[in-house]
């Protein structure tokens, strides 16, 4: 599954193929060469004399290039090959390249049949994991040392052109060099592959468009390297942190995309391969994560989803007037709304989380020209909150989709149709008014009243916006405490009863601040308590609960980013020893996965497994979990910008030894944090 | 006035959508083909207004379609983003004008108020 493939990326381009460099793609191999939300190569195999080739090994550093070192045949105990084979990848100027090189060890000359049998399905990414019959057309031709893929469907196509540095003899199903190579010699060929959206006169409809070219790989290199350099330094006593921290680093640079509105800046897109687009929560809390080491990625994010603010009410997009997207699709699917994806804004919390964003940003930028730029994005966000986002008017945020076909069910980021449950196993009835969303709601009241005051003049918005989330702490904390259990319920079902599973949710809160103090204590002994807590990290539902399964993705799986969320609003309440623990699980699990944090990870407890179980179809890498370890790192020092300054106040668990985070980049310019780890005194 | 094109074009110089930001600037052409031949309409976006002439000026964006699908757009039947997506009308220029476009055509048809969908229970508190 997409966890073994490898990949070569560039935002929302890359190629995901086994760890031999061939793309065979199925319903249930997720590989291909994609662009622009589609499948670009479906099959892409090369064969040696008719032998398909192994791995010997494989160099895969920064997701700009991929380099397989292969040999002909099946592994055996002793290869002793008389030929190799050398595949070189990159995505350059937006092209897929790859560079073939056939080696001949032996001492004579040998003649080699070289085939790369090439074929796509021009699948948009959401469906490639389902059979479907394309409605449209497709076709082949041969050209000049190329060969054209192209579908059809009224005036929508797409073409895939696979061009040939060496001569080849060209076929509709792929391409045959014959070539003879002399003794302790090498033969090389490069192949191109272009992905092209066309327009009716052939040209395609992207280059029409104001943008700069995309980068070449040489380029991409000198970027990541001036980024990686840019950003804060991190040293560690503690490998587990620093490995994690540098392959973040990289992740996240990688997943950083201009969309086409935007072509200067760039945001996170949220994930590989099944999300590598331009989305709401995701790019909203991986900007927040990121906002000590990579500001900016917050003041694109903010900019793009205020130019696609929902702003009308179109019940096939479950769009509102001043409504946050959850995404946005270039698919045939979106083309020919199959799928409401262009943008589709079905996503309660999104909106709350934009006022968040924009206020955090500017406390951690100064970036005051935006908040004031950015006011009547953020004025019809916060309106939403009562106008649209309350539909029982009873104060609080639900949802429901209009969209009945293909609308979400769940519109929370546990959006899968069974993650909402009482502790019985039945689904919560609808419309569901989930705990975290009004914790988010009460957050934004606050900050938008902040803004208000210090930005936009209106000191009479920002006292009713106070009055609004005073009135909305109390009402919350007398219809979703459970008072005889001691936590918050995980919902109000739509007759306004309480929805009662132990989930991590409920720790979202803390980040809000909406928990009063004095319940703070019994909600983190419920998050790292047996139940919740596995050993490496807060599971989103708890043992015990009916629909509990180690493996469910929003039923009991480990997610790192809410994680992060979760150990940064137990610092908020200075709760740091429970904070310090669920960052030294999640750093500790981080080793299992060569630094890279996955979306999710299986829910076992840490005693029955020993090592943190991989979650069998997650994105990877995934930006809220690659922007994990930075916010993270933001509890263990205790990071808050206040006025002009940095405020720290490391608490740093032992094991971790010292954390230094130095040029850390904001308002106050560069400054360096240092926290140590000091053991406890023995008793 | 009986062209819906022209109807559609004076009314949006009279009064331009609530939903076009104050601080959105810039220049779009529209290129309709018909079958007399492109008509041109050039407008000129500035502090919410919307000024319409006929002239071929330099725009940030120029759209093409035919009359026939701009007609459908001034209805509110058809979106321009998922349009754009098909090539039923094609761009040149600034995508964000693109974007921009959804605020300067009509809602679908049929949108409904979330409230009245969860069934109007209770009233606000």
């Known amino acids: 599954m997409t966890s073994n493939l490898v990949r070569v990326m560039d935002g929302n381009i890359f190629v995901l193929s086994e760890d031999n460099g061939d793309i065979e793609a199925t319903p249930s191999n997720p590989s291909g060469f994609f662009d622009f939300d589609t499948r670009f190569l479906s099959l892409w195999r090369l064969t040696l004399d008719g032998d398909r080739l192994h791995p010997l090994s494989l160099a895969e550093r920064d997701h700009v290039t991929l380099r397989f070192f292969l040999v002909p045949g099946?592994?055996?105990h002793y290869v002793d090959a008389k030929s190799s084979v050398i595949r070189e990848r990159s995505i350059t100027g937006g092209v897929f390249e790859e560079r073939l090189t056939v080696l001949n060890h032996d001492r004579v000359p040998v003649d080699f049949t070289v085939r790369l049998d090439v074929a796509n399905d021009f699948a948009p990414i959401r469906a490639i994991d389902q059979e479907r019959t394309p409605p449209g057309r497709f076709y082949q031709r041969i050209e000049e040392r190329?060969?054209?893929?192209?579908?059809?469907?009224?005036?929508f196509q797409r073409e895939t052109v696979v061009s040939s540095s060496e001569p080849a003899r060209i076929d509709e199903r792929g391409l045959t060099y014959a070539v003879r190579v002399a003794p302790k010699q090498g033969w090389t060929t490069t192949l191109r592959v272009r992905s092209l959206v066309p327009r009716p006169d052939g040209r395609d409809v992207r280059e029409q468009l104001d943008r700069r070219p995309r980068r070449s790989a040489a380029e991409r290199h000198q970027d990541?390297?001036?980024?990686?350099?840019?950003?804060?330094?991190?040293?560690?006593?503690?490998?587990?942190?620093?490995n994690t921290y540098r392959r973040s680093m990289v992740d996240l640079a990688s997943l950083r995309y201009s969309p086409l509105t935007l072509p200067d800046e760039a945001m996170p897109a949220a994930g590989?391969?099944?999300?590598?687009t331009i989305t709401g929560r995701d790019a909203i809390l991986t900007s927040f994560e990121a906002l000590p080491v990579a500001p900016e990625l917050a003041t694109a994010t903010l900019r793009m989803l205020?130019?696609?603010?929902?702003?009308?009410?179109?019940?096939?997009?479950d769009e509102e007037p001043g409504k946050i997207l959850r995404e946005f699709r270039y698919s045939e699917l979106a083309a020919f709304e199959e799928r409401p994806d262009s943008p589709y804004f079905g996503s309660a919390d999104t909106t709350p989380l934009y006022v968040i964003l924009l206020d955090e940003c500017e406390k951690w930028t100064g970036d005051a020209d935006l908040v004031r730029e950015y006011e009547h994005e953020a004025r019809a966000a916060l309106h939403w909150i009562d106008e649209y986002g309350d539909l029982l008017g009873d104060g609080y945020i639900r949802y429901l989709r209009r969209n009945e076909q293909a609308g979400l069910e769940n519109q929370g980021w546990k959006d899968s149709p069974e993650a909402i449950c009482h502790a019985d196993g039945r689904l919560a009835a609808p419309p569901v008014?989930?705990?975290?969303?009004?914790?988010?709601?009460?957050?934004?009241?606050?900050?938008?009243?902040?803004?208000?005051?210090?930005?936009?003049?209106?000191?009479?918005?920002?006292?009713q916006l106070e009055r609004e989330a005073a009135a909305l702490r109390e009402r919350f904390d007398r219809d979703f405490w459970i008072a005889d259990r001691g936590y918050y319920a995980l919902a109000l079902d739509g007759d306004g009863r309480q929805v009662d599973a132990l989930a991590s949710n409920m720790g979202h809160l803390l980040w809000s601040g909406i928990v009063p103090p004095e319940r703070a204590g019994?909600?983190?002994?419920?998050?790292?308590g047996p139940r919740l807590f596995s050993g490496w990290g807060v599971r989103t539902l708890a043992e015990g609960q009916a629909r509990y399964n180690p493996l469910g993705y929003h039923v009991g799986a480990v997610w790192p980013f809410d994680n992060a969320l979760i150990a940064w609003g137990l610092r908020r309440y200075g709760l740091v020893g429970e904070a310090g623990r669920i960052a030294e699980a999640l750093v500790d699990a981080s080793r299992y996965f060569q630094g890279r944090l996955p979306e999710a990870f299986a829910g076992y407890p840490r005693e029955l497994t020993r090592y943190?179980?991989?979650?069998?179809?997650?994105?990877?890498?995934?930006?809220?979990?690659?922007?994990?370890v930075f916010l993270l790192l933001r509890a263990l020092l205790g990071l808050e910008p206040s006025g002009e300054h940095l405020l720290m106040s490391p608490s740093v668990p032992p094991r971790f030894g010292r954390v230094e985070l130095l040029d850390v980049p904001g308002r106050w310019g560069r400054i360096d944090v240092i926290g140590i780890g000091l053991a406890r005194p023995r008793a | 006035m009986s062209d819906p094109i022209e109807a559609y074009f004076a009314q949006l110089a009279r009064r331009p959508p609530e939903r076009l930001h104050r601080r959105t600037t810039g220049t779009i052409r529209f290129e309709l083909d018909g079958p007399d031949g492109v008509d041109i309409w050039h407008l000129t976006i500035a502090d919410g207004r919307v000024t319409v002439c006929r002239e071929r000026r330099d725009a940030d964006t120029v759209f093409r379609t035919d009359r026939g699908f701009f007609v459908r757009m001034t209805r509110g039947e058809a979106k321009p983003l998922p349009a754009w997506l098909r090539n039923d009308i094609t761009a040149e220029g600034r995508f964000h004008f693109v974007i921009l476009l959804e605020r300067l055509f009509p809602a679908p048809a049929g949108g409904r108020h979330p409230r009245a969908v969860a069934g109007g229970r209770g009233e606000r508190g």
Request: hydrophobic share 40%; charged share 25%; proline share 7%.
């Open chain 1, 224 to 242: 990541l390297a001036a980024w990686v350099d840019r950003a804060p330094q991190l040293c560690c006593d503690w490998d587990a942190l620093t």
């Open chain 1, 522 to 528: 019994e909600v983190a002994q419920h998050l790292l």
């Open chain 1, 74 to 76: 099946a592994p055996t």
């Open chain 1, 612 to 628: 943190p179980v991989r979650y069998p179809t997650a994105n990877s890498p995934q930006a809220m979990a690659t922007g994990a």
């Open chain 1, 272 to 276: 590989l391969p099944w999300v590598a």
């Open chain 1, 146 to 155: 190329r060969l054209r893929l192209g579908y059809r469907r009224e005036r």
């Open chain 1, 433 to 463: 008014a989930l705990c975290e969303l009004q914790g988010y709601a009460y957050d934004a009241k606050l900050r938008g009243a902040r803004m208000a005051r210090e930005f936009w003049g209106d000191p009479v918005y920002a006292e």
């Open chain 1, 306 to 317: 205020g130019i696609d603010q929902g702003s009308v009410l179109d019940d096939f997009r």
